[in-house]
């Protein structure tokens, strides 16, 4: 089994910064790919960013490319998503999740594992 706990959402203007913390314990030392996607009211859960463990490689929606970074730290188990120029857009439940696939994949049904989520809110 594998529990991630999401943290660091919150309410920022438009313009501003967040960022989102995923610590990872249990099953973690084998799963490949860490992924964050988020889901507005009313919209599906759609895909954000993910970053191997193995090279940190790393994949982003271009609705997000150029102002999110993903980043992870081995030692703690944990990925971040450092979140700039947000809009009120990107206002979602943000929730980080674990794919064992051998590829990185940016497809929610190949995520084995799902944290609660943490709200992120951007006023305009």
């Known amino acids: 089994q594998v529990q991630l706990v999401e943290s660091g959402g919150g309410l920022v203007q438009a313009g501003g910064s967040l960022r989102l913390s995923c610590a990872a314990s249990?099953?973690?030392?084998?799963?490949?790919?860490m992924g964050w996607f988020r889901q507005a009211p009313g919209k599906e859960r759609e895909f954000v960013a993910a970053?191997?463990?193995?090279?940190?490689?790393?994949y982003y929606a271009d609705s997000v490319k150029g102002r999110f970074t993903i980043s992870g730290d081995n030692a703690k188990n944990t990925v971040y998503l450092q979140m700039d120029t947000l809009k009120p857009e990107d206002t979602a439940v943000y929730y980080c999740?674990?794919?064992?696939?051998?590829?990185?994949?940016?497809?929610?049904?190949?995520?084995?594992?799902w944290g609660q989520g943490t709200q992120v809110t951007v006023s305009s």
């Open positions: 999740a674990a794919s064992y696939r051998a590829a990185m994949t940016t497809h929610r049904n190949e995520y084995d594992y």
């Open positions: 249990g099953r973690t030392f084998s799963s490949n790919t």
């Open positions: 970053i191997t463990w193995a090279g940190f490689n790393t």
